[in-house]
């Protein structure tokens, strides 16, 4: 598959996805929208690709938002579609199956800060701007912004940004635990790399069972969300890689992990 508007590479069990419209500041238009879901069902169906990097070409933005040339043109039925297809490719990234680490490399604002909070993790970098400016055009999230943020950062904190608009610094996006790490921006692809491989280095359907059990627990009431645990950490028991596991530890040797 060859694509036009973002970059795909495949190396060591890790694919980097980089949306590439460094001149509109890697805006999300449609096109955007419609290669990045090839691209994470292509992932989604790979076996060879443990842990997907996203990030934005240049060195400007992460994503400058949904494109609102586009938004500007759309009536209220072509809107309710859009929307729909954007949250269900944010859907696709939060429920692949595998980590997915957002590389915030400048503005992640609108949709940008709704891409990455779909993303499993996020690392920014020492210039990175994060925020929700929809209701500065007379909009309002739609990519799940007003969902996923109060989430992560909690309703005051969340209803600050959406209403004020304002973006926040990446050390600000740390201190309220909207990013994991700041780290310098020339840094953030090795970061994120290295946190991948100890991600890899682990037993692959006890990370795909971890990450099931925390997106669909954090949907369910504590009492619900502690069964789907246990029902999960016993299906982990039966795995060949858990035997592996437990016997290495025991035998002092390192652990050989198939996925099985
Ligand atoms: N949609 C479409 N185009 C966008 C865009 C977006 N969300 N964000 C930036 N661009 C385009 C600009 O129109 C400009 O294109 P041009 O050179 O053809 O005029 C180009 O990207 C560079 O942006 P520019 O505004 O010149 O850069 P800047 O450094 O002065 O400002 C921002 C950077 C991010 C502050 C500014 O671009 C901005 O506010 N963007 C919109 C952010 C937003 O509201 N996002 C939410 C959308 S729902």
Known sequence: ???????????????????NRPEKLNALNMAVMGELREAFTSIQDDPEVRVVLLTGAGEKAFVAGADIAELNRNNPVEAKAYTHKGQAVLNLIENLGKPVIACINGFALGGGCELAMACTMRLAGENAKIGQPEVKLGIIAGYGGSQRLPRLVGKGL????????????????????????????????????????K??????????????????????????????????????????????????????????????
């Open 1 to 19: 598959m060859s694509y036009q508007n973002i970059k795909f590479e495949k190396k060591d069990q890790i694919a980097t996805v980089t949306i």
């Open 158 to 197: 969340a209803m600050q940004q959406l209403l004020t608009g304002e973006p926040i610094t990446a050390q600000e996006a740390w201190r309220i635990g909207l990013v994991n790490e700041v780290v310098p921006q020339a840094d953030l692809l090795k970061r994120a790399e290295e946190i991948a491989k």
């Open 199 to 260: 991600i890899i280095a682990n037993a692959p359907l006890a990370i795909q069972y971890t990450l099931e059990a925390v997106n669909h627990g954090m949907e369910m009431p504590l009492a619900k969300g502690l069964f789907l645990e246990a029902t999960l950490f016993s299906i982990a028991c039966a795995t060949e890689d858990k035997k592996e596991g437990t016997s290495a530890f025991l035998e002092k040797r390192p652990a050989q992990f198939r996925g099985r």
